[in-house]
C-alpha cells in the first residue's frame, strides 16, 4: 500500500526532512511537500538581506533544487491539520490526505501581551520581513540629518536583534547614513542565559560598532514613534525591529494535540500525542529531559536527520530512535565580524580557547552556512552562495 508522507513547512525543519525522506522512502511512499515559499531561505543569515537585498538569491534555495523528480510540492498556507479525518487543510487548495505527517512549520513572533507592540513593530522572521527593514531603514535614513539622524530600535537582545544590529552599523557605515543604533534587552545582558565571556565578546564588537546597548529595563507599551520603559526615559523611533520571542502557529490554534502556545508537545522520537504525526523546530517543543530542545537551526538539522529516518521506521513499523540534541557550540555575527563560542573540536583537532573571533571565526560562520547549503542541495550551490555568507 502506498503511504502518503506530508511535509510541512520549508524552514531548516522542512527542507532537512524532505532530504532525509527522499533518501530514506523508497517507491511504496509518495511525498508532498507544502510551503507559503517557494524557496528554503538560510534564516539564520536573512539578516544580511537588512543591509544588502541583493544577497537573498545566495540565501534562499528554490524548492526544485532540494526535491526528487517524485516529490510533489504544494505552495499554499497551512491553516489547520484534521488528525480525526488526517487531512491538512489549506488557505487556497484542495485539502491534503496524509498517513504521516511532518510538522516543521517554524513559529511565529510573540509579542507577550506588551501592548503596541504587535502594531508598531517589524519583525525578522522572512525574506519579506528582511527587505521591509532594509526599506525602511533607507527611507529613514534620507529623511535624517546630521544634527538628526535616524532613531532605530532593536527589541530582544538575543542572536536576530544582535546580528539585526550588527547588519544596520555594516549599512550606516557602507552608506555614511545618519542612523543612530539601540539594543534594548529587558533582561540584565545581552544574548540573555549564555556564558559571561561571550556575552561580553559580543558587547565589546556592538560597541565597536557603535550601538547603544540598553539593559534591565524591560519594554512596558510601544506607540508610534515612542518605546516606553518600566523605569528608564521613552526612547523615540524613526524605525523599531522587535526579535524579542517566538510563539507557535496560528494553523495549531484549535488542535486536539498536546501543545503549549501552539508549539507542539513530542517524545524525543519527535511523535506528538497522535502517532501519524511528527513535530519538530519551532513548531515543537521536543523532550530532552530537563531542558527542551533549543528553537535554534543547529537543533532542526540535526533533529530533521532522526526525524525523516522515523517516518520510514513508522511506516516499516520498525522501533523509532530517540534524539538527544548536542550542542556544537555558538557561532554570532556582528556585521563583517563574527564571535564563536565553546565550538566542538572538527577532524581531531582540540581549540586552545573557549571564545574567539576574527578571521577564524568569521569563516567558521560562513563554513557553517555553506555546509547547511550542500547537505539540501550541492557543494556546487554552497560554493556559489560563499560570497554572501
Known sequence: MTENVVVLGAGYAGAGTIAKLQSELDDDARITWISETDYHLVLHEAHRVVRDPDVRSDITVPVH?????????????????????????????????YDYVLVGLGSSTAYYGIPGLAEHSLTLKSLDDALEIHDQIKTASQEA????????????????????????????????????IHLVEALDEIFPGNDPEIQQALRDLLEEAGVQIHTDDPITEAEDGVINFDEGEPLEYDVFVWTGGITGREAFDETDLENEHNRLNTEANFQTSDEHVFAIGDSAIIDQGD??????????????????????????????????????????????????????????????VDTFGGFPAKNLKKMIAARWIADITSWGRARKSWSSL
Not at 71 to 91: G, S, W
Not at 312 to 341: Q, Y
Open 65 to 97: 533544487e532540494i526535491t526528487d523528480p517524485s516529490t510533489r510540492f504544494v505552495q499554499d498556507r497551512v491553516t489547520a491539520l484534521d488528525t480525526d479525518e488526517q487531512v491538512v487543510e489549506l488557505e487556497e487548495g484542495d485539502d491534503v490526505e
Open 145 to 180: 540629518t546630521r544634527g538628526e539622524p535616524a532613531q532605530i530600535v532593536i527589541g530582544g537582545a538575543g542572536l536576530s536583534g544582535i546580528q539585526t544590529a550588527g547588519e544596520i552599523a555594516e549599512f550606516r557605515d557602507n552608506h555614511r547614513a545618519p542612523i543612530d
Open 291 to 352: 531542558m527542551p530542545a533549543p528553537p535554534t537551526a543547529q537543533a532542526a538539522w540535526q533533529a530533521a536527520e532522526v526525524a525523516g529516518e522515523n517516518i520510514a521506521r513508522a511506516i516499516e513499523n520498525r522501533p523509532l530512535k530517540t534524539w538527544e540534541f548536542e550542542d556544537k557550540g555558538t557561532v554570532i555575527s556582528v556585521g563583517e565580524k563574527a564571535v564563536a563560542h565553546e565550538v566542538k573540536p572538527a577532524f581531531g583537532l582540540s581549540l586552545p
